[in-house]
């Protein structure tokens, strides 16, 4: 059912028109955007939430490669491990196909973690053992949760067309490491899996 639930909201998030605006959608774009034909952007033009969004997304998929690097090591449980694993392999793909698109669009992006990140980073360097794995897990549901929320925004709002179809192409992937670490959770826990707000939403829709 939950995974149902999720293939249901990444198709809502490409196909409604309410939820979705065309693909070089031109709202928020500046005066000097080239367009390839009336109200259509060209090719690696961007608008401000384009911009925006390489750079978050791009602090999100660093700190997934350092924190899963991290908790490959350190981690107690296998489930934990082979997550963490999965998380470096994922991400390292998706980080090398955005900076492919943030280079043609002349988007300049951060090589390194952030300092929120760093926060946690140097908070999980303290720990060992099930505390780790707790918290590691923990801080992966609260980044996928908002890294969800940040590619809908992009399929919704982005002027890019190639970066909307990253964005697109990433969500149900995203969903599926949600559900994962949430699944990892509970397993360490006891904490029930729980829908991300993200899908919730828009299952309250009619």
Same mark, same amino acid.
């Given at each position: 059912?939950?995974?149902?639930?999720?293939? *249901? $909201? &990444?198709? @809502? !998030?490409?196909?409604? =028109?309410? #939820?979705?605006?065309?693909? +070089? /959608?031109? %709202?928020?774009?500046?005066?000097?955007?080239?367009?390839?034909?009336?109200?259509?952007?060209?090719?690696?033009?961007?608008?401000?939430?384009?911009? *925006? $969004? &390489?750079? @978050? !997304?791009?602090?999100? =998929?660093? #700190?997934?490669?350092?924190? +899963? /690097?991290? %908790?490959?090591?350190?981690?107690?449980?296998?489930?934990?491990?082979?997550?963490?694993?999965?998380?470096?392999?994922?991400?390292?793909?998706?980080?090398?196909?955005?900076?492919?698109?943030?280079?043609?669009?002349?988007?300049?992006?951060?090589? +390194?973690?952030?300092?929120?990140?760093?926060?946690?980073?140097?908070?999980?360097?303290?720990?060992?053992?099930?505390?780790?794995?707790?918290?590691?897990?923990?801080?992966?549901?609260?980044?996928?949760?908002?890294?969800?929320?940040?590619?809908?925004?992009?399929?919704?709002?982005?002027?890019?067309?190639?970066?909307?179809?990253?964005?697109?192409?990433?969500?149900?992937?995203?969903?599926?490491?949600?559900?994962?670490?949430?699944?990892?959770?509970?397993?360490?826990?006891?904490?029930?899996?729980?829908?991300?707000?993200?899908?919730?939403?828009?299952?309250?829709?009619?």
């Amino acid at each position: 059912m939950y995974r149902h639930r999720i293939i *249901l $909201f &990444a198709g @809502l !998030i490409l196909l409604s =028109g309410s #939820a979705v605006a065309q693909i +070089g /959608n031109p %709202a928020g774009m500046g005066v000097d955007t080239k367009m390839s034909k009336p109200g259509v952007p060209a090719p690696h033009q961007t608008n401000n939430q384009d911009r *925006l $969004f &390489a750079q @978050l !997304i791009t602090a999100g =998929g660093l #700190a997934e490669v350092e924190l +899963g /690097n991290l %908790a490959s090591g350190k981690a107690k449980a296998d489930a934990v491990k082979q997550f963490a694993e999965m998380m470096v392999r994922d991400h390292k793909d998706a980080n090398s196909k955005l900076k492919d698109l943030a280079d043609a669009a002349k988007i300049p992006l951060q090589t +390194g973690l952030d300092p929120d990140h760093q926060v946690v980073r140097d908070h999980l360097d303290k720990l060992n053992d099930n505390a780790f794995d707790v918290a590691y897990i923990k801080a992966q549901i609260v980044d996928h949760q908002k890294t969800a929320q940040l590619l809908a925004w992009e399929i919704s709002l982005g002027e890019d067309g190639e970066m909307q179809r990253l964005a697109a192409s990433m969500l149900p992937t995203v969903l599926d490491h949600l559900r994962r670490a949430q699944e990892i959770n509970g397993m360490l826990t006891g904490a029930a899996v729980r829908i991300p707000p993200v899908v919730a939403m828009k299952e309250q829709k009619p």
